[in-house]
């Protein structure tokens, strides 16, 4: 027959074999769920950055588009402006021209003057200095 003590030290020496087992096997489970709930807690602050990125974006999106018109209706009137200042630019020159123009043949008249003057009078104008 069998030796039941010899039997019953074998069950103990297994149970006690299982239950260090299932110790160390609880005490993984328990690692395990806390390696999870800091996975948990870091991809839900991932999660939130990644809303406010988001967002973020979405509002600077929004900005720029804003901003995009103002510069299209701006470089229109700049554009404007532009060709309003040239057009300017071009009809001072013109006047300035002609203002030359006018100065010389005031002074050609003037010359004139003073020798129609000078014939008649044998002198200068009293009330004009030659020019």
Do not use: F, N, W
Request: cysteine-free.
């Amino acid at each position: 027959m069998t030796d039941v003590p010899a039997e019953l030290a074998e069950l103990r020496a297994r149970v006690s074999a299982i239950e260090s087992r299932q110790d160390a096997e609880a005490s993984l489970r328990a690692m395990v769920d806390l390696d999870l709930s800091t996975v948990s807690v870091r991809l839900g602050a991932q999660h939130r950055l990644l809303l406010a990125l988001s967002q973020t974006q979405s509002d600077h999106t929004r900005i720029l588009r804003e901003h995009s018109g103002l510069l299209a209706e701006h470089s229109k009137v700049l554009a404007d402006h532009t060709q309003r200042l040239a057009r300017i630019e071009d009809r001072t020159e013109r006047i300035e021209d002609r203002t030359q123009r006018i100065e010389d043949r005031t002074e050609q008249v003037e010359a004139g003057v003073q020798a129609i003057l000078r014939l008649l009078g044998g002198g200068e104008s009293r009330d004009r200095a030659p020019a």
